[in-house]
């Protein structure tokens, strides 16, 4: 059974940073498509980043691309989501995902349904 974990969400202030963790079991992040995505509060959930398993490059919404930083530890089994310069619409609850697919062309990654394990999602919330 897959299971996921986030956690180091929290209160930070505009142009803080803060780095997400995701721990994972029942799969292996090295051969595994991992993701981040965020829902903010009566918005959908939306894509924030993507690691794919291929070793393709990494891949960023345009709103966080050049703020955000995803990344894996293969030895930890753990994806990290190190979070620059934030601002109040980086508002959201964050959650890590993980792809039941493999050999997929990155345009995919943006997409939920190609996801088939998700955690339970951690608050963070910026503040000026």
């Known amino acids: 059974q897959v299971q996921l974990v986030e956690s180091g969400g929290g209160l930070v202030q505009v142009g803080d940073s803060l780095r997400l963790s995701c721990a994972v079991s029942g799969r292996t992040v090295s051969t595994t498509g991992m993701g981040w995505f965020r829902q903010a509060p009566g918005k959908e959930r939306e894509f924030v980043a993507a690691?794919?398993?291929?070793?393709?490059?990494?891949i960023y919404a345009n709103s966080v691309a050049g703020r955000f930083i995803i990344s894996r530890d293969n030895a930890a089994n753990m994806v990290w989501l190190q979070m620059n310069s934030l601002k109040r619409e980086d508002t959201a609850v964050y959650y890590c995902?993980?792809?039941?697919?493999?050999?997929?062309?990155?345009?995919?990654?943006?997409?939920?349904?190609?996801?088939?394990?998700w955690g339970q999602g951690t608050q963070v919330t910026v503040s000026s």
């Open positions: 690691l794919p398993s291929s070793g393709a490059s990494r």
């Open positions: 995902a993980a792809s039941g697919s493999r050999g997929l062309t990155p345009n995919l990654y943006y997409r939920r349904d190609v996801y088939n394990a």
